[in-house]
DNA sequence: ACGGCATTGTCAGCTTTTTGTCAGGTAGAA
DNA sequence: TTCTACCTGACAAAAAGCTGACAATGCCGT
């Protein structure tokens, strides 16, 4: 199975290099963003594992395009430990997982083998659900086809119940998953979230099952 | 369902425990390494979640004795963040997956429910006795496919009775989980709570036994 | 830099739902 | 019958969630 490894700290590069290596996949490695992108683009990965500060492309802007013309295979992103901010954007962008460093190699290993598998089961660009869709490469939400601008808050939320559906989402865990862990436990932001984007995409589509969280329901099955 | 829970830390053994009660599963809680050994070997559980430094005897020998005992329950290994060593072992020994601490409540159930869900081949989340179905994901109760509509307090009493079905359970038990501790315990509430239900799922679906408690009962086969 | 617009959290008031309590009623068992 | 366990309808307090207004913040174009 062939990985790219996209890292620009040549150390760095070389352990974890070596380590895919012995674990028996075929690493290519890129230091520079635009030649990763390329190659990305070009060649058939298993998965990418990717650094974020990169000279030539910023590595989030490589895993865009990426997305954007389509790829689809699973990316593990390298952050600085607490890098909230840089977390959050690699969900908007469609990261599959994400691994602080400092990191054990085996950790890698296994987190990696874990996206490919999981990617191997379902990899959807584009979500429907009764009359909404949700593209997670243009990042872009349609009611009957017609596109409706969520400002980015609103557009994870929905991402997330989406991505979920069928399963209810409590309160609690939207709050973990849209704000930093400090964020104010009894605040009732998710709550104006939620009626903010049922003004825009409808009342039936986020249902409330009070005391529990919300849900939006699958098709049926 | 039964789930075996084996952690030593009693505030880390309390947490995951109250989080897949609630998530619907029956959770025996074991501390010590060969008590639970002989639990593992002796009883009928759909899943195991085992914490590795324990007392009496190392989890992964426990692990290991089971498997070699023929035991085919599927393990959810809790591990510590830095200890990637005993993970990589224990998936040698034969865990099913391995979480890393400290986790999200979600993440462990997700994972529990993935294990089971692979083991038993098909199984679904849903529970169905005679008309009535439990869906744990959906965390909705339907009567012959009519949703029925069911605050926390009685869906939590139907997912017990439901998970529990055809024992008796008393009145105790039930108070005991469906409330804080201290709760008044002359109360009728799970009384009233039972009435509730039962004008919503049709009386038959729970039975008094006086005297003992109240069952569901299984449907023969 | 400045003004305007978009975004988003906070807040207060309001509506709806949930739930325990209570006071009697009913029924099974001895 | 009589005791006890359980059931039930009404009620009120509390909780949960919704909404409009507002303010702080940040961004964009001029």
């Known amino acids: 199975m062939r990985i790219l490894l996209v890292e620009d700290d040549e150390k760095t590069a070389e352990a974890v290099s070596a380590s895919l290596t012995a674990a028996g996949y075929a690493v290519d490695h890129e230091a520079d963003g ?10 058939p990965y298993a998965a ?5 500060g990169l000279p030539g492309m910023d590595g989030l802007s490589v895993l865009r395009k990426w997305r954007q013309a389509g790829q689809t295979f699973p990316v593990l992103i ?13 969900i908007d962008t469609g990261a599959d997982d ?19 598998r999981r990617s191997a089961g379902q990899a959807t660009p584009v979500i429907t659900i009764s009359t909404v869709s949700l593209d997670t490469r243009q990042m872009r939400v349609t ?19 989406m991505h979920h559906a069928g399963r209810v989402v409590s309160q609690h865990e939207l709050t973990e998953q849209l704000y930093a862990q400090d964020f ?13 984007v049922r003004k825009k995409l409808g009342v039936d589509l986020i249902q409330t099952r009070r005391g529990f969280g919300y849900v939006i329901e699958e098709p049926e099955s």
Do not use: C
Not at 34 to 43: L, S
Not at 100 to 112: D, G, H, N, S
Not at 143 to 157: A, K, M, N, S, T
């Open 143 to 161: 009611v009957d086809g017609v596109p409706i601008h969520l400002p980015p808050q609103e557009y994870r939320l929905v991402s997330y119940l």
């Open 184 to 196: 104010e436990r009894d605040s009732n932001a998710v709550e104006v979230l939620v009626g903010r």
């Open 34 to 43: 635009e030649e990763a992108w390329f190659k990305g683009d070009t060649e």
């Open 48 to 52: 990418i594992v990717l650094d974020l």
């Open 98 to 116: 994400y691994l602080p460093k400092p990191f054990q190699m085996q950790e890698l290993i296994a987190r990696l083998r874990a996206i490919i």
């Open 78 to 90: 390298l952050t600085a430990r607490g890098d909230w901010s840089e977390r959050v954007e690699g």
